[in-house]
């Protein structure tokens, strides 16, 4: 097991986007959610919705990945639901 020391002369070696991300995770998992803040949607490193959704888009394009109707047309769960025992 590391010691907190260790753990923190290791983050030396991360590139600094990996440290930038470690931090944004920190911040999320141990800040105290106020009951004011719990109705506010998580902040994605400053991002909002919209900025996410295109670098979503962007990352979709520049992959060539492409979404048709035909790959969610068996998507649908079509069974009547649980069977109830009467």
């Given at each position: 097991m590391m010691t907190l020391q260790e753990i923190i002369q290791s983050l030396d070696a991360l590139p600094m986007?990996?440290?930038?991300?470690l931090l944004n995770l920190l911040q999320l998992r141990l800040a105290p959610i106020a009951p004011?803040?719990?109705a506010q949607p998580p902040n994605h490193g400053g991002e909002t919705f919209w900025e996410m959704t295109l670098r979503f888009r962007e990352r979709m394009a520049r992959e060539g990945i492409e979404f048709t109707n035909e790959d969610f047309a068996?998507?649908?769960?079509?069974?009547?639901g649980k069977e109830i025992e009467l």
């Open positions: 986007q990996d440290q930038a991300a004011e803040d719990s068996a998507l649908r769960d079509r069974s009547p």
